[in-house]
C-alpha cells in the first residue's frame, strides 16, 4: 500500500510562486529579446557615419597640415605613445609636429581620442 501524500486530504500541494516560472523561463525569454533587437537593428537603414579619420583612402599626410580650427596636436614619443596635446597645457608650445612619423594635428579631443590617442598627462 502506497502512503504517498497525495492520498491524504489535509495535504495540499504548495502553489508555486509566480516568479518561479519567470526563473524557469530566463533562456527563452532572453532568446525573444535578442531575436527582437536584432531584428530591429538590422531592419533599420541607419548608418552611423564615423570620423573622417577611419575612412578607407585618408592618410595622415592629409590631416598633417594644420587646418583652421584644428589646434591639438597629436604627438608620438620616443616608446611609441600616441599622446595629444591641448592649448594651454604644460608641453604644448615645445611639441612639434613632424608628419613624416604620423604625427599630426586634431580639431577636436573626441577625433583624437577616436583615432586612439590618449590625452597628454601634464
Given at each position: 500500500m502506497d502512503m504517498g501524500n497525495s492520498d491524504l486530504p489535509w495535504v495540499r500541494r504548495?502553489?508555486?510562486p509566480w516568479w518561479r516560472?519567470?526563473?524557469?523561463?530566463?533562456?527563452?525569454i532572453s532568446l525573444a529579446l535578442l531575436g527582437t533587437t536584432s531584428f530591429a537593428y538590422v531592419a533599420t537603414e541607419t548608418r552611423h557615419?564615423?570620423?573622417?579619420?577611419h575612412y578607407p583612402g585618408?592618410?595622415?599626410?592629409?590631416?598633417?597640415?594644420?587646418?583652421?580650427g584644428c589646434d591639438i596636436k597629436g604627438n608620438i614619443n620616443d616608446r611609441g605613445e600616441h599622446i595629444y596635446?591641448?592649448?594651454?597645457?604644460?608641453?604644448?608650445?615645445?611639441?612639434?609636429?613632424?608628419?613624416?612619423r604620423g604625427e599630426r594635428w586634431f580639431?577636436?579631443?573626441?577625433?583624437?581620442?577616436?583615432?586612439?590617442?590618449?590625452k597628454a598627462k601634464v
Open positions: 504548495r502553489r508555486r516560472s519567470l526563473l524557469r523561463a530566463r533562456l527563452p557615419m564615423l570620423p573622417n579619420v585618408t592618410s595622415t599626410t592629409s590631416v598633417a597640415v594644420r587646418r583652421v596635446h591641448l592649448p594651454g597645457q604644460e608641453y604644448y608650445s615645445a611639441t612639434r609636429i613632424n608628419s613624416a580639431c577636436s579631443e573626441w577625433e583624437a581620442w577616436w583615432a586612439g590617442w590618449r
